[in-house]
């Protein structure tokens, strides 16, 4: 008896290295990055954007003469709309710019809305995003 717990201990010693040897190799980080000039979200419903990029992939910039929703452009209305993004190795870069905003038939409005990031592995920024000329009424 104490021969076979012997080799059943010796049995789980030897898969317990086995296991402990074919460990998987960590798998290098993916970046990417992605923009939207503007997204309306809805409960409930599928996001509405334009001006949407992704990187990597082939189409890395977008631009628009106008943004409106709904179609009369009660809720959200802009003029020139514009994204880029980027990534590459360790590095991933995204910019977005807005012309012309107007929130609620007016009663938000801004001249321009520029935003703007930056990562890598040691630091991220939003150096560059801004909003020109905000205008809020009651």
Same mark, same amino acid.
């Given at each position: 008896? $104490?021969?076979?717990?012997?080799?059943?201990?010796?049995?789980? +010693? +030897?898969?317990? !290295? =086995?296991?402990?040897?074919?460990?998987?190799?960590? @798998? *290098?980080?993916?970046?990417?990055?992605?923009?939207?000039?503007?997204?309306?979200?809805?409960? /409930?419903? $599928?996001?509405?954007?334009?001006?949407?990029?992704? *990187?990597?992939?082939?189409?890395?910039?977008?631009?628009? &003469?106008?943004?409106?929703? $709904?179609?009369? /452009?009660?809720?959200? @209305?802009?003029?020139?709309?514009?994204?880029?993004?980027? #990534?590459?190795?360790?590095?991933?870069? *995204?910019? %977005?710019?807005?012309? /012309? =905003? %107007?929130?609620?038939? /007016?009663?938000? !409005?801004? &001249?321009?809305? #520029?935003?703007?990031? @930056?990562?890598? $592995?040691?630091?991220? &920024?939003?150096?560059? %995003?801004?909003?020109?000329?905000?205008?809020?009424?009651?």
């Amino acid at each position: 008896m $104490p021969l076979r717990l012997l080799a059943l201990f010796l049995l789980a +010693c +030897c898969l317990a !290295t =086995i296991g402990a040897s074919t460990g998987t190799t960590a @798998k *290098a980080p993916v970046v990417s990055a992605g923009t939207y000039a503007v997204q309306v979200n809805l409960p /409930g419903q $599928p996001a509405v954007s334009t001006g949407g990029t992704t *990187a990597p992939s082939e189409v890395t910039t977008a631009a628009a &003469d106008t943004f409106a929703y $709904p179609a009369d /452009g009660s809720v959200v @209305k802009t003029g020139g709309l514009s994204s880029s993004a980027y #990534a590459e190795g360790t590095t991933a870069q *995204a910019v %977005s710019d807005a012309l /012309g =905003i %107007s929130l609620f038939n /007016g009663e938000v !409005t801004a &001249d321009s809305v #520029a935003g703007r990031a @930056k990562a890598s $592995p040691t630091a991220s &920024d939003s150096v560059g %995003s801004a909003v020109t000329n905000l205008v809020l009424l009651s």
